[in-house]
């Protein structure tokens, strides 16, 4: 590319300053738009291979076959001591596990919460973590040692080496000192693993967790093995069905390798796939908005090969006479193709600047914090320039280079492409725009959803809760001493207390209840351990019966024994899976067989997770004294900042040892629904700004279009059109494409938001209104475009127009 090409480039842009502006700033918005995407995509897509030698990690899933069970699917949890009984029946195998249990660092009597996870002393022979001082593996072989990260470090110890200090740690029920014995890495972001400080793991179960340690059927920690290669990882795991039979049946029967599977995920793949029963994943999100980037960079080189071959023919001249001066065919198509990639490497220049200047509000909007790594970006931008330079000057390149130069020359007007030319100017105006509606629908659809999740009946009053997740630091004593504290609080209304709470907190327990008359162990149901005063504290709304109160004694379940019978309140999803059909008919009915229920109330359903999991059929019992993992919810009147200074320092007069952990329930909700509400958007401003660039071309085919046919409108007015006709005509013509478009995106967005939507058990119906809504819209966004030129070329007199050049 010499000196030459960029001399005509600078004429070819100077002379025509609006078409280049139109004409970069499209592909340059492309660009940015692809760019931002993509730096989004690469970030989700790169979890957990910042670890050395990631390729070789796996994790251990939990697969249940139990289609009836709130927990049906595959989870990333195993039962705790799954590793000890593996490397028992397979020695030499390479793995870890990690128990995330957290800690209190004790400083003066106050306690500060921090992620602590128990591992095994072989946990650096698998995460091998970058280390910033001390040991690693070796320090893990002492109970009393100690691994911080740096920020922790920093924390507590200031500039001081913190390497050989001292560390109060609570752990659990004891309390012991615990010798800082490394410092490492801070965990990036682009990581699910949760801790910033490890010790080594208890040998066999923790104390109080014996019966669930070693039980099949429980999943408490997270198991990780290497492997060299993957056909030793896939020869492994064809070894697990036979380990489950030998091992499982103790707790899952004698078809415990049908109930239940243990199965190999690479450690890198964990961040995109679901578990469970959720409806959808991250990898569904990620696949969605990398198209999004793509098509709109696609649209933005549609929109520049539409307005490079629109405008060939302005320059059509110059490519005779340098024809009659000797230039040969390819000679001009690499002098035009040449420019074309310097064009393309100009709006990638300008996307650039677009784009780390948009990143501030794509990170707000979408909770990130992406950075553009110019390592990185530049070189692939260079490449993005030529291959699209190439792609898209190729057809005007061949376009212009082929116009005959006699025919040329002697033509009293520059020739625009003909019909041939014309019909592709409308065919990628149908494409873009087929596109853009297609992206309007979707937006909408989104927009919708999200906001029906946010409104939509829960089952109970959302407003006005305080959720306390710290309890379970507490002791029995201080857990009653505690809940009584906060209702006694003026401005506290009612105080419940549960194993679980709104938002998704607390424990996931399930167990099956047998139906008489039917074989087989029965459906398994959600089990959720109440207290005192939770039904009213959430308003729950009772459809039959009656919820458990004081006043009748065998409500109670504390300190029952396992055969015993025992009182529950059902919700309405469990009516039907039950086998009951209507509420009032489960009232008083007695379930289980080894274990006997008898339901004394149904309610109306609570849902307090993920809106991507369905409503599970749930059964509650109720405790008057201790729960082992207890939540307070407490309803407030007021300001919430005023209710929640009140409950936290009550808690610190009662319990200043232990880190006060709560939020509002709307809070804690809101999370549930975070991930969907940045893809929305993420895809809504990739939507606007694919939109605009269709509208960016289509007003430069309409300027274009308008000002080759000034002379065809004077004739048309001189034989007694009027504006209005001339309008019209104009109009109609760029409506046109766009109907046809409509046709098109229809059935695009149809297929997309139906196959999105099935990620939610509570969804929006895909009405029609949506895709009339975006044709209206997408009609009303080309008609603005296009109306401005419209009316200037139909205002103009007859007389300036026969004789305009």
């Known amino acids: 590319m010499n000196r030459f090409a960029f001399l005509t480039l600078y004429r070819s842009l100077t002379r025509h300053r609006l078409y280049a502006a139109l004409n970069i700033g499209g592909l340059a918005i492309g660009i940015a738009v692809f760019l931002v995407l993509g730096l989004y995509v690469r970030f989700e897509t790169s979890y957990e291979t910042w670890l050395p030698r990631h390729d070789q990690v796996y994790i251990v899933q939990t697969v249940w076959h139990m289609p009836d069970s709130p927990f049906d699917g595959a989870y990333p949890n195993t039962m705790g001591g799954l590793l000890e009984e593996m490397k028992a029946d397979f020695p030499g195998l390479s793995g870890t596990s990690i128990n995330g249990v957290g800690a209190t660092v004790l400083r003066g009597g106050i306690g500060t919460a921090e ?29 009393s040692n ?10 507590y110890f200031g500039s001081t080496d913190a390497v050989g200090q001292t560390l109060t740690l609570n752990i659990g029920a004891g309390t012991a000192s615990y010798r800082v014995a490394g410092v490492f890495a801070p965990l990036p972001r682009n990581t699910d693993l949760k801790f910033t400080m490890l010790a080594r793991s208890p040998k066999g179960a923790p104390k109080g967790n014996e019966d669930w340690w070693y039980h099949w059927g429980s999943t408490s920690v997270n198991t990780y093995l290497r492997f060299p290669n993957p056909a030793a990882a896939k020869a492994f795991a064809a070894r697990m069905p036979a380990f489950v039979v030998r091992h499982g049946t103790r707790d899952l029967g004698a078809n415990a390798d049908k109930t239940m599977q243990l199965t190999l995920l690479p450690l890198t793949d964990l961040h995109l796939t679901p578990a469970g029963r959720e409806m959808a994943s991250m990898r569904q999100t990620i696949v969605t908005l990398g ?168 089952g109970f009053a959302r407003d006005g809760l305080i959720v306390v997740k710290s309890m379970a630091g507490l002791s029995e004593g201080q857990q009653d001493t505690m809940r009584d504290a906060i209702a006694s609080l003026p401005m506290i209304r009612a105080v419940g207390i549960a194993d679980s709470a709104a938002g998704g907190f607390g424990n996931n327990n399930a167990s099956n209840i047998e139906i008489p008359g039917q074989p087989g162990s029965g459906p398994s149901l959600r089990e959720i351990v109440v207290g005192r005063g939770f039904f009213a504290t959430y308003g729950a709304r009772v459809i039959a019966g009656r919820v458990f109160d004081d006043q009748h004694g065998a409500d109670d379940s504390y300190g029952t024994k396992s055969k015993d019978n025992r009182a529950i309140v059902i919700n309405r999803t469990a009516v039907a899976v039950l086998g009951f059909r209507s ?138 059109a009027s504006s209005r006709d001339v309008v019209k005509l104009l109009v109609g013509q760029f409506l046109r494409p766009v109907l046809i478009a409509n046709v098109i995106a229809w059935p695009l967005a149809w297929v997309a938001m139906r196959q999105w939507l099935a990620g939610f058990s509570d969804r929006i119906a895909l009405s029609p209104l949506y895709f009339v809504a975006a044709t209206l819209l997408a009609l009303a966004i080309a008609v603005l475009t296009v109306i401005a030129q419209s009316l200037r070329a139909a205002r103009a007199t007859p007389a300036w127009a026969l004789h305009h050049e």
């Open 115 to 143: 992620d602590l996870a128990w591992v095994d002393p072989q946990f650096f022979e698998v995460m091998d973590l970058p280390m910033l001082q001390g040991e690693g593996g070796r320090a893990l072989a002492d109970p």
């Open 146 to 155: 100690v691994l911080i990260d740096a920020n922790m470090a920093r924390k």
């Open 291 to 458: 198209v999004v980037g793509a098509l709109t960079l696609l649209i933005a080189i549609v929109n520049y090969v539409n307005l490079a071959t629109a405008r060939a023919g302005l320059r059509a001249r110059e490519v005779a006479m340098r024809k009659v001066l000797g230039a040969s065919r390819s000679m001009l198509v690499r002098q035009f193709a040449g420019e074309a990639i310097l064009t393309t490497a100009l709006a990638a220049l300008v996307a650039l600047a677009l784009a780390e200047l948009g990143l501030p509000l794509v990170n707000a909007a979408a909770g990130l914090a992406l950075s553009i790594p110019y390592a990185t970006v530049v070189p692939a931008l260079l490449v993005l320039s030529i291959v699209v330079g190439i792609g898209a000057g190729l057809y005007p390149a061949v376009l212009l280079s082929r116009f005959p130069a006699a025919a040329v020359l002697a033509s009293a007007r520059s020739p625009g492409g003909g019909r041939t030319g014309a019909r592709l100017r409308e065919m990628l105006v149908v494409f873009q725009f087929a596109l853009a509606t297609a992206f309007i629908t979707g937006t909408l659809v989104l927009v919708a959803q999200t906001r029906h999740l946010r409104q939509a009946d829960l």
């Open 583 to 720: 509420a009032q008919e489960a009232v008083g009915k007695t379930l289980g067989k080894g274990q006997p229920r008898t339901i004394i109330g149904v309610v109306d359903d609570m849902r307090f997770f993920s809106p991507h999991v369905p409503m599970d059929a749930t059964y509650y019992t109720y405790w008057s004294h201790y729960l082992g993992a207890p939540v307070i919810t407490a309803r407030y009147a007021g300001r919430m900042d005023a209710a929640m200074d009140a409950v936290r320092d009550t808690w610190r007069k009662i319990a200043p040892e232990v880190p006060f952990d709560a939020a509002p329930a709307d809070q804690d909700l809101a999370k549930l629904f975070e991930a969907d509400d940045h893809a929305a958007n993420l895809f809504t401003i990739g939507s606007v700004l694919a939109v605009l660039i269709g509208c960016v071309g289509l007003w430069g085919l309409a300027s274009f279009n308008t000002s080759r046919r000034v002379k065809e409108i004077g004739i048309r007015k001189a034989l007694g």
